[in-house]
């Protein structure tokens, strides 16, 4: 067993540096894209909460959405199914999910390709970018609640 090092030189009284890498470790290198998202840990509890009305399936397209979508403003231009391969989840159930945080807030509906419409984060409650961008991007976006809405049934015709 090694030594213990002193952690003060004690005729100085100064703090000695310690060194915890060996000579042939390196630090770690964050040249592998490594990205940092400012993410709101008070809506992110809220959505999380037990009583909150969002499903499982929902905090896991929600987890979904916070890591893979592009940098900044821009949509996670992803079909429902690909989503759903990814989480091992159906199509029609990531589409339901999708639609609560919508209606929450969380997502946001983005653009609309034909019938395909693409969701991107709302940058209130989550956002990759710098923190300019993310004052812009918040200017005119919604603030999402925590509590889902319940989905809004069509009326029947009789």
């Given at each position: 067993m090694s030594r213990a090092r002193p952690a003060v030189n004690t005729s100085t009284g100064e703090y000695v540096q310690l060194e915890l890498l060996k000579e042939d470790d390196k630090p770690y290198d964050?040249?592998?894209g490594g990205r940092h998202v400012n993410a709101s840990k008070k809506l992110g509890a809220?959505?999380?909460?037990?009583?909150s009305g969002y499903t499982k399936n929902?905090?896991?397209?929600?987890?979904?959405?916070l890591f893979?979508?592009?940098p900044g403003d821009g949509p996670l231009r992803m079909s429902f199914r690909e989503i759903g391969n990814d989480l091992e989840l159906r199509p029609n159930a990531v589409s339901r999910s999708v639609g609560n945080l919508n209606r929450g807030g969380f997502l946001l509906e983005a653009e609309q390709v034909g019938r395909v419409k693409f969701y991107k984060l709302n940058s209130r409650a989550a956002f990759d970018g710098s923190s300019g961008q993310q004052r812009r991007a918040t200017q005119h976006a919604r603030h999402p609640v925590t509590t889902c809405p319940?989905?809004?049934k069509e009326k029947e015709a009789s």
């Amino acid at each position: 067993m090694s030594r213990a090092r002193p952690a003060v030189n004690t005729s100085t009284g100064e703090y000695v540096q310690l060194e915890l890498l060996k000579e042939d470790d390196k630090p770690y290198d964050w040249s592998g894209g490594g990205r940092h998202v400012n993410a709101s840990k008070k809506l992110g509890a809220g959505l999380w909460k037990k009583g909150s009305g969002y499903t499982k399936n929902d905090k896991l397209v929600y987890g979904y959405y916070l890591f893979n979508a592009p940098p900044g403003d821009g949509p996670l231009r992803m079909s429902f199914r690909e989503i759903g391969n990814d989480l091992e989840l159906r199509p029609n159930a990531v589409s339901r999910s999708v639609g609560n945080l919508n209606r929450g807030g969380f997502l946001l509906e983005a653009e609309q390709v034909g019938r395909v419409k693409f969701y991107k984060l709302n940058s209130r409650a989550a956002f990759d970018g710098s923190s300019g961008q993310q004052r812009r991007a918040t200017q005119h976006a919604r603030h999402p609640v925590t509590t889902c809405p319940p989905e809004k049934k069509e009326k029947e015709a009789s």
